[in-house]
């Protein structure tokens, strides 16, 4: 299956009505909490996750008894997996990624932050991205980023309340 990036539409556009980029959010899956803030124009897609620490496939009351994820979790335990399989079972993921749709529709080989010949369109979706994320109140990034700078400076944070500005 290949996606189709030209004209982008949204769920619920009007007909016709294409966009230049479009933005979408993860904040759960199943029980599980994820922050992950994604933008998309005809050619790349730039994925930020602000849970890098967090895996993929992060343990779920809901799909744990399937036999696919019990199969996945064996396999990922015995050193058996490679490529896509083996990252998407990583206990770990990247902070950023970025895909070339054109050459990788299925979004497999992310050519990280910065890759060298993406380097120009990876800025600009990356400004777009942080862009969007201020436009429209996306709180949920702004507490990472301040909590970032806060620990950067080693400052020490007694209060949550008191450390976003509700005290």
């Given at each position: 299956?290949?996606?189709?990036?030209?004209?982008?539409?949204?769920?619920?556009?009007?007909?016709?009505?294409?966009?230049?980029?479009?933005?979408?959010?993860?904040?759960?899956?199943?029980?599980?909490?994820?922050l992950t803030?994604?933008?998309?124009?005809?050619?790349?897609?730039?994925?930020?996750?602000?849970?890098?620490?967090?895996?993929?496939?992060?343990?779920?009351?809901?799909?744990?008894?399937?036999?696919?994820?019990?199969?996945?979790?064996?396999?990922?335990?015995e050193g058996?997996?490679?490529?896509?399989?083996?990252?998407?079972?990583?206990?770990?993921?990247?902070?950023?990624?970025?895909?070339?749709?054109?050459?990788?529709?299925?979004?497999?080989?992310?050519?990280?932050?910065?890759?060298?010949?993406?380097?120009?369109?990876?800025?600009?979706?990356?400004?777009?991205?942080?862009?969007?994320?201020?436009?429209?109140?996306?709180?949920?990034?702004?507490?990472?980023?301040?909590?970032?700078?806060?620990?950067?400076?080693?400052?020490?944070?007694?209060?949550?309340?008191?450390?976003?500005?509700?005290?």
């Amino acid at each position: 299956m290949t996606r189709s990036a030209s004209p982008l539409r949204a769920v619920g556009c009007a007909a016709g009505q294409a966009h230049e980029r479009l933005f979408a959010i993860r904040d759960r899956v199943d029980e599980c909490y994820e922050l992950t803030r994604t933008v998309r124009d005809e050619r790349w897609r730039s994925i930020r996750n602000f849970m890098p620490h967090r895996p993929r496939m992060q343990l779920s009351s809901y799909s744990e008894p399937t036999p696919t994820r019990q199969e996945l979790r064996r396999l990922a335990a015995e050193g058996k997996l490679t490529g896509a399989a083996k990252d998407f079972m990583s206990p770990t993921k990247a902070p950023e990624e970025l895909y070339d749709t054109q050459a990788d529709p299925h979004e497999v080989n992310s050519l990280g932050a910065v890759g060298s010949k993406a380097r120009p369109a990876a800025e600009a979706i990356r400004s777009a991205l942080a862009k969007a994320s201020r436009g429209k109140g996306d709180h949920a990034t702004y507490v990472c980023s301040a909590l970032a700078h806060a620990l950067a400076a080693k400052r020490l944070l007694y209060n949550y309340t008191h450390y976003i500005g509700m005290a």
